[in-house]
């Protein structure tokens, strides 16, 4: 039987039902399945996990001193003991999260051991990417040294083809979460609200606080729609460095009646949010996919989505699953978002149409089966 290891960070809810699913295809496949996690969690993670959940085999590496760095928006992680491990697991082929610490140190193990590697990789492409960066070297180097390639999506397949992996090579697995959770939980929500009485349409913003996320551009629109209308409401859930610093800008312009902020939301509770509210509201400066967008579509939820994350250029059809749009451009959103508050049948139409497209385009399943195919490729040029 061979053995297949993969290296990612953290245990993490939108991860577990992922790897459920891979085990469960590799095994029917005689293919062993282990997943190595570089450190239990860090401080800017605030959801709970019950291993009880992982029905894959696993093992943690020893997490003091697992950070290089660690800020309100980057965590860099050096696998420690992360040799011996894979000594000791002695894989037949790795799969490698990323450009990280974790991908040099399997670099050298195949010119150790021969062992092949897989990179699985969601970068895309972002205006600010120098050409002769270090970065871009040592990328393009790893590039040539993998056997095959694991993409959340078309851009991060771009990029990678770019950086020097070959397009045969490029597999896409859609980059998603548990699906049938959201869709199900939603639902049932949805026909336990039936009977309560019709309130202002809920617009939702999930995620984590940070300047990246640049969630001030939403508020500038929302301080445009104010000077019109106040029947509507956003409801922003998570936490973060910014988040004080929105709370202000919020009470400086005077929208504390149509914007409250709710704090970190976990998942079991997040489909009563999906199930109250007209569309989720995706601002980002930069994210190399977003899964919010997954969750909410999934759970019948359009996307008003900004053009700067991964997951709008594969998930989002204009006006048909949700919207795409430049935050920045704040008349033009506010726009959007008052279209939806006035027409609350197209949008959940529309709603109906996202939850469609994520089961046929990008289940769990659909998913998992972009990582075998990969690893049967990587195999035989082995």
């Known amino acids: 039987m061979k053995k297949v290891v993969l290296i990612t960070?953290?245990?993490?809810?939108?991860?577990?039902?992922?790897?459920?699913?891979?085990?469960?295809?590799?095994?029917?496949?005689?293919?062993?399945?282990?997943?190595i996690f570089g450190a239990p969690g860090y401080s800017r993670r605030m959801f709970q996990i019950d291993e009880n959940e992982m029905k894959f085999k696993f093992r943690i590496l020893d997490d003091r001193g697992h950070t290089f760095s660690e800020d309100g928006e980057k965590t860099v992680f050096m696998y420690r003991g992360l040799g011996a491990a894979l000594q000791e697991e002695k894989p037949d082929l790795i799969i490698v999260s990323g450009f990280s610490p974790a991908t040099v140190k399997v670099y050298l193990r195949k010119l150790t051991k021969g062992t092949p590697f897989i990179i699985w990789n969601g970068t895309i492409p972002r205006k600010t990417d120098n050409k002769f960066s270090l970065r871009k070297i040592q990328r393009s180097f790893l590039c040539r040294q993998a056997s095959a390639f694991v993409a959340y999506g078309n851009l991060a397949a771009e990029y990678l083809v770019r950086s020097g992996a070959s397009p045969n090579s490029v597999f896409v697995a859609t980059n998603t979460v548990d699906t049938g959770f959201f869709?199900?939980?939603?639902?049932?929500?949805?026909?336990?609200?039936?009977?309560?009485?019709?309130?202002?349409?809920?617009?939702?913003?999930?995620?984590?606080l940070v300047p990246r996320k640049q969630i001030h551009h939403l508020i500038e629109c929302v301080k445009i729609m104010a000077q019109k209308r106040t029947d509507f409401r956003v409801a922003i859930l998570g936490d973060g460095?910014?988040?004080?610093?929105?709370?202000?800008?919020?009470?400086?312009?005077?929208?504390?009646?149509?914007?409250?902020?709710?704090?970190?939301?976990q998942k079991k509770d997040l489909p009563d949010w999906f199930a109250r509210c007209r569309a989720l509201l995706f601002q980002t400066g930069y994210d190399i996919w977003g899964l919010v967008a997954n969750e909410a579509m999934a759970a019948g939820v359009p996307v008003v989505s900004s053009l700067n994350a991964g997951s709008t250029h594969d998930l989002i059809t204009e006006h048909e699953t949700g919207f795409r749009v430049r935050f920045e451009n704040h008349a033009e959103t506010a726009a959007v978002i008052e279209w939806l508050i006035d027409h609350p049948a197209e949008a959940v139409a529309m709603g109906r149409k996202a939850s469609n497209y994520i089961q046929h385009h990008a289940s769990l399943r659909m998913s998992a089966a972009g990582?075998?195919?990969?690893?049967?490729?990587?195999?035989?040029?082995?």
């Open 371 to 382: 990582f075998v195919d990969a690893i049967q490729f990587a195999l035989k040029q082995k």
């Open 241 to 265: 460095i910014s988040k004080d610093s929105l709370i202000e800008m919020v009470r400086a312009n005077g929208l504390e009646r149509v914007v409250a902020f709710y704090g970190f939301v």
């Open 9 to 35: 960070n953290i245990p993490n809810p939108y991860r577990i039902p992922l790897f459920n699913v891979l085990e469960e295809l590799l095994a029917a496949r005689e293919i062993s399945f282990k997943v």
């Open 183 to 208: 869709s199900r939980e939603t639902e049932l929500r949805r026909k336990m609200n039936e009977s309560l009485p019709v309130s202002d349409p809920i617009f939702l913003v999930l995620g984590y």
